[in-house]
């Protein structure tokens, strides 16, 4: 274990935001995240996972500590699943492949998340169709406060909508060091219908899916809409799809015949973020170094040499406008740092 000083943190966010962080060490283990919490030297701490999620806004005047643990184990299994454990600091996709390799099912829409294994449950990542909390069956924790580890099954992570407790009133006391999926070994139920996969499958001239291919339309899809960070610096999804009532779907119908939905429940509809930017005239903007992807609408891009502040202040453009247009307040899913 060593602590660095003055060190760019611009490798360990995928904004590819260039701020240094004062302190740094990257921990790899339960032992040494343990040790470093203790440290009395440095009572400002910021835990830092992927970097998938977030947007630096500033140098980080605090300990910047790593989360670095690796390792990926079969835990229990019987003739339908199997429990896989995997470390905190594994690289999301990557593991989505090594279950993908085992023909284990259930997490293959989940391809191409970007972010590491720890990070998942916090946000309960989602897309088409499919959200962590479906796979998740258990996690451990380490308390900020005492070192202690703590146990969080499905119930007691309270998951919602790219929420979790882990962003609501345990904010800021845990620190994910692995988490347990439960899978499926056979007769995996394929979800195909969201979105574009079906016609990506079809494109692929599959007419009888795996899972192992449903993975690769799901990355076709992703790579044909949303930059990869290695090349163009974001983080994903920047918006949460808003969540509105019906009454107001239906008012704004009125003005805009295409705006599209997904139904929740009688009373309420989720609404696209996307869809609302693009019709704003965001979708394909740039200023300066940064700017709105020319694909994806809800995605912000860094070209280069952008700055947090400079995003930051696009994705606030963006929220008044919207609320401006529509009457539809949307909120940012990356945290601001």
């Given at each position: 274990m060593h602590i660095q000083q003055n060190i760019s943190l611009k490798p360990y966010n995928t904004f590819g935001i260039d701020v240094n962080a004062k302190h740094f060490v990257s921990v790899k283990?339960?032992?040494e995240l343990q040790s470093v919490l203790l440290l009395k030297n440095y009572p400002d701490k910021l835990i830092l996972g992927g970097g998938s999620n977030m947007l630096l806004t500033k140098d980080i005047d605090a300990l910047v500590i790593h989360i670095n643990l690796k390792g990926i184990e079969t835990i229990n299994q019987d003739e339908d699943y199997v429990f896989v454990k995997a470390n905190a600091g594994e690289n999301w996709h990557e593991f989505v492949l090594w279950c993908l390799a085992n023909n284990y099912g259930g997490i293959e829409n989940l391809s191409l998340i970007p972010g590491n294994v720890g990070t998942a449950p916090i946000q309960n990542i989602g897309a088409y169709g499919v959200e962590l909390k479906d796979i998740f069956y258990e996690c451990e924790a380490l308390t900020i406060s005492d070192g202690s580890i703590v146990r969080f099954n499905k119930k007691d992570c309270n998951f919602g909508y790219r929420n979790s407790i882990f962003k609501e009133h345990a904010k800021g006391k845990y620190i994910i060091t692995n988490v347990t999926f439960k899978l499926s070994k056979r007769n995996h139920k394929l979800q195909i219908k969201y979105g574009t996969i079906a016609l990506q499958l079809e494109e692929m001239k599959v007419s009888c899916p795996n899972i192992q291919d449903i993975s690769k339309a799901v990355i076709a899809i992703r790579e044909s809409k949303l930059p990869n960070p290695k090349d163009i610096g974001n983080s994903g999804s920047f918006f949460k799809n808003p969540i509105i009532s019906k009454a107001l779907y239906d008012a704004l119908l009125k003005n805009f015949h295409d705006i599209p939905c997904y139904p929740l429940s009688d009373t309420e509809v989720k609404?696209?973020?996307?869809?609302?930017?693009?019709?704003?005239?965001?979708?394909?903007?740039?200023?300066s170094d940064y700017g709105v992807h020319k694909n994806q609408a809800?995605?912000?891009?860094?070209?280069?040499?952008?700055k947090g502040k400079d995003i930051l202040k696009l994705s606030k453009l963006i929220q008044d406008t919207i609320e401006r247009l529509f009457n539809i307040k949307i909120e940012a899913e990356v945290n601001i740092i």
């Open positions: 283990s339960v032992n609404v696209p973020a996307g869809w609302l930017i693009e019709k704003a005239g965001f979708k394909g903007k740039r200023y809800l995605v912000l891009v860094n070209y280069g040499n952008a």
